[in-house]
C-alpha cells in the first residue's frame, strides 16, 4: 500500500480561530477540521484559501463530538461541506445520513463508526455493513483496554484494507501502535493532534520521536512493557538511537495489563526486542524460550529480543547498574547468601556475609522509590547515617534526588539513576541491532525528557 499519510485535527472555538490554527499547520498531509467546537460554523469559512486536503467533521455529542444542534441542521453543514468541494466529510455511520453518501456515490465520503468504551464484539460484521454503503473510506474507532485488543484491528484489516480504503484506531494508551504504524492495519492515514483523550499524539511527537515519515511496512517494532510506564525516558532514548544510526526501528510504550496481554500482542505485531520493567520482570520468564545466564543469576529479566521465532530473556540492568561502578572494589551483600554468591559471579566481583560490618560499608544504594517524583523531599536514609564514600540511588526523576544532595554534602561521591538508565539502554540496543550504541545521543535524549518532566507541573508519574 502507499505511504501512510499523517492528518491533523484542527479544533477551535470559532471559525476565525479555526482557519488561524488551520493555516499554522505544518508537515500535514490533511487536515481535519472539527466544526463540532466551533459556535459560529461557516462551512465556506473554513474551507477557503485552503492549502491542504480537508476533512470536514462536525461530530455530534452522542458519538463523542461536541454538536450539540439537531441533526436536520448537522446533515446540512456536512451536504454543504461535500457541495462546497471539500476533500473529505465526515459522516457518522449510525446518523444514518444515506442520501449525502448516495449523492456523492460515496466519493469524498468518511464514513465513522466510534466505540469510546471497548472493542466492540460484531466490529467485523460492522465493517462490513458499513463498506456495503459505497463510502469511499470506513474509519473504525474503538478503545483499546488492552494492548491485545489491537490484534482484532490487525487482523481487520487484513481482511478489509486490501479491498478498499480504511482507517483503523484503536484510541487510548494501550492502541498506540495503530497511530504510530498505520501500515500494520492497512490505514489510508493516521490522525495527530491535541484530542490527548482519545490517545492524539501532537504531529512534533509523531513526527520528531517516532518519526513517522520514516517508518513503513517492514519496520522493526521495539519497546518497554510495564505498569505504569508514562513517566519513562526509555522511549526518548532509543528513538533517538535508532535515528542516529540509520535504522528501521521504533520503539514504543506498551502498558500491558498483564504478560499474556503482552504476549499476544507481542507474538501478533512481529515485534522484534522489549525492555521490561516492573511487573513484568518475572512474570515474563516463563514466557520466553531461554534466559541468559545473567538473568538466570540475578532472578529477573529486563529485556527479551526475539531471533527468529524464539524468545529470549537477559538482563541488562546487571551490566547498567556496575558502569558507574568501574574502578571500584566491589562486594555484594545480600540476605540470601546464595543468591549474593550467584550476582557477583555473574559480573566478577565478591562476595560476603549479610549484613556488612558496621562502619564499613563503602556504597550504600536505593532500590526503593522513595524520593521519586513528586516526592522530591523525601529520602530512605536520614543524612546523619551517610558515612561511607559512594552513594547509589537508582531513581533517575528527579535527577538529584534529596538522597544525593544529602550525601554531596556530606562528602560522598554520588552516582545517579540516569547513569544506570542509560548504561542498561546501550546494552539493550546494541543486542538488538548489533549496532554500537550511541551513548552520547541516548544519555541527550533522556536529559532533554527529563527536563520537559520537570517543567510540567502537572505530568503524572
Not at 522493526?220 to 544510526?245: E, F, K, Q
Request: charged content about 20%; overall charge neutral; hydrophobic content about 45%.
Amino acid at each position: 500500500m502507499a505511504t501512510p499519510r499523517l492528518c491533523v485535527t484542527v479544533t477551535a472555538n470559532s471559525t476565525a480561530e479555526l482557519r488561524r490554527r488551520r493555516d499554522g499547520v505544518r508537515d500535514a498531509d490533511l487536515v481535519e477540521l472539527r466544526l463540532d467546537g466551533v459556535a459560529d460554523p461557516d462551512v465556506a469559512g473554513a474551507l477557503a484559501d485552503r492549502r491542504l486536503p480537508t476533512i470536514i467533521t462536525c461530530r455530534p455529542e452522542w458519538e463523542g463530538g461536541r454538536f450539540a444542534g439537531s441533526e436536520e441542521e448537522r446533515r446540512r453543514i456536512l451536504g454543504e461541506a461535500l457541495a462546497r468541494g471539500a476533500e473529505f466529510v465526515d459522516i457518522e455511520w449510525r446518523a444514518g445520513f444515506g442520501d449525502l453518501i448516495a449523492g456523492t456515490k460515496g466519493r469524498r465520503v468518511v464514513l465513522s463508526s466510534h466505540d469510546f468504551e471497548s472493542l466492540p464484539a460484531d466490529l467485523a460484521d460492522r465493517a462490513r455493513a458499513m463498506r456495503a454503503t459505497g463510502a469511499e473510506v470506513i474509519k473504525l474507532a474503538v478503545t483499546a483496554n488492552r494492548l491485545s485488543d489491537c490484534v482484532q484491528l490487525v487482523e481487520l484489516g487484513s481482511a478489509f484494507g486490501r479491498d478498499g480504503r480504511m482507517v483503523l484506531i484503536a484510541m487510548g494508551a494501550r492502541g498506540l501502535v495503530t497511530r504510530v504504524l498505520p501500515q500494520r492495519f492497512f490505514s489510508e492515514w493516521s490522525y495527530g493532534g491535541s484530542l490527548g483523550t482519545v490517545g492524539q499524539l501532537s504531529p512534533d511527537t509523531m513526527l520528531n520521536l517516532y518519526r513517522f515519515r520514516s517508518l513503513g511496512a517492514g519496520t522493526a517494532l521495539y519497546g518497554l512493557v510495564g505498569s505504569p510506564i508514562d513517566h519513562s525516558v526509555s522511549p526518548d532514548m532509543h528513538n533517538a538511537a535508532l535515528a542516529a544510526t540509520s535504522v528501521d526501528g521504533v520503539y514504543l510504550p506498551f502498558p500491558a495489563v498483564d504478560a499474556a496481554d503482552f504476549v499476544t500482542f507481542a507474538r501478533a505485531l512481529g515485534l522484534k526486542g522489549a525492555s521490561i520493567t516492573i511487573p513484568f520482570k518475572v512474570a515474563l520468564f516463563d514466557h520466553v524460550n531461554e534466559v541468559k545466564a545473567v538473568a538466570q543469576h540475578a532472578g529477573a529479566i529486563n529485556t527479551l529480543a526475539v531471533e527468529g521465532q524464539r524468545w529470549i530473556g537477559g538482563n541488562t540492568d546487571v551490566a547498567g547498574f556496575m558502569q558507574p561502578l568501574l574502578g571500584a572494589d566491589v562486594t555484594v551483600h545480600a540476605r540470601d547468601a546464595g543468591r549474593a554468591l550467584d550476582t557477583a559471579r555473574a559480573v566478577g566481583v565478591q562476595a560476603a556475609p549479610w549484613p556488612p560490618t558496621s562502619g564499613s560499608w563503602d556504597l550504600l544504594v536505593n532500590c526503593t522509590p522513595v524520593g521519586m517524583y513528586p516526592r522530591v523531599d523525601q529520602s530512605p536514609v536520614p543524612s546523619a547515617a551517610l558515612s561511607g564514600r559512594y552513594v547509589y540511588d537508582l531513581i533517575y526523576n528527579p535527577p538529584a534526588t534529596r538522597l544525593l544532595r544529602d550525601a554531596a554534602a556530606a562528602g560522598c561521591t554520588t552516582f545517579g539513576g540516569l547513569d544506570m538508565l542509560v548504561a542498561q539502554a546501550q546494552e539493550q540496543f546494541s543486542w538488538w541491532t548489533g549496532i554500537k550504541a550511541p551513548a552520547g545521543v541516548m544519555r541527550a535524549a533522556a536529559e532533554r525528557r527529563l527536563t520537559e518532566f520537570i517543567a510540567d507541573e502537572n505530568h503524572v508519574v
